[in-house]
């Protein structure tokens, strides 16, 4: 069965701080995808990264790096040098490769609070 | 580009009311369509998605339904509405039936009164 855990439901940091939102996730399949997306207080959720079980390769995007470990099934989201626009949910989600629909397995999110 | 968009952007609905919510995508041909619902507690549930026109996939039975009536239309309704049925309701679009990124509406918050 499918499965996304983000065991953090709220962190607060006060801005400039770095902060690691975790994400654990559980599949049978050897093909997945993983993503994370931002809510912000608007609601509409972004997406902001998709990762496939063959690229265990960090990636780093501006502020925003991304750790993928399969021996530990972790894919955590790092943010460096928080600052208050960074304010949001998070969601960290997981899709096998050949479920039927495309369908997104989402984690219950993470509120990060960042203050100034 | 491609952009998805839903409205009304809010509602309020007496309980025992009709629904009827409506998401449009441009910019995308044959797109994968996707309701999902947002309780307060922020986890998403996905309610119902499609592959094609005329094609729908129900995730969770209740009191709600919903049509795909042109390629890039989606529509969620309801005949009658239920206190439990508030929430925020998104729309997301992805490009195939492969594992592709979800694309998200701005989401239509309704209260049922």
């Known amino acids: 069965a499918q499965k996304v855990t983000q065991a953090q439901t709220e962190i607060s940091v006060v801005e400039k701080e770095d902060v690691t939102l975790d994400c654990v996730y559980e599949?049978?399949?050897?093909?997945?995808?993983l993503f994370w997306y931002k809510q912000p207080p608007s609601g509409e959720l972004v997406f902001l990264i998709r990762?496939?079980?063959?690229?265990?390769q960090n990636e780093i995007s501006g502020r925003y790096s991304w750790n993928f470990q399969k021996s530990t099934s972790s894919f955590n989201f790092t943010i460096t040098a928080s600052q208050v626009v960074d304010s949001a949910v998070y969601f960290c989600?997981?899709?096998?490769?050949?479920?039927?629909?495309?369908?997104?397995?989402f984690g219950q999110g993470t509120e990060l609070s960042v203050k100034p | 580009s491609q952009t998805i968009h839903q409205w009304p952007a809010t509602l309020v609905q007496p309980v025992g009311s009709p629904l009827s919510l409506e998401c449009t995508v441009e910019?995308?041909?044959?797109?994968?369509l996707y309701w999902y619902r947002q309780a307060a507690g922020r986890g998403l549930q996905l309610l119902f998605y499609?592959?094609?026109?005329?094609?729908i996939s129900s995730e969770v039975p209740q009191n709600l339904s919903a049509s795909r009536p042109q390629d890039r239309q989606f529509i969620l309704s309801s005949k009658k509405l239920l206190l439990s049925d508030s929430g925020f309701y998104l729309c997301?679009?992805?490009?195939?039936?492969?594992?592709?990124?979800?694309?998200f509406g701005p989401g239509t918050r309704l209260t049922v009164t």
């Open positions: 997301a679009w992805s490009a195939g039936t492969l594992s592709y990124e979800q694309y």
């Open positions: 599949t049978r399949d050897t093909t997945y995808y």
């Open positions: 990762r496939n079980s063959f690229d265990e």
């Open positions: 989600a997981l899709s096998e490769l050949y479920n039927q629909g495309g369908k997104l397995i």
């Open positions: 910019g995308t041909s044959n797109p994968n």
């Open positions: 499609s592959v094609g026109i005329g094609q």
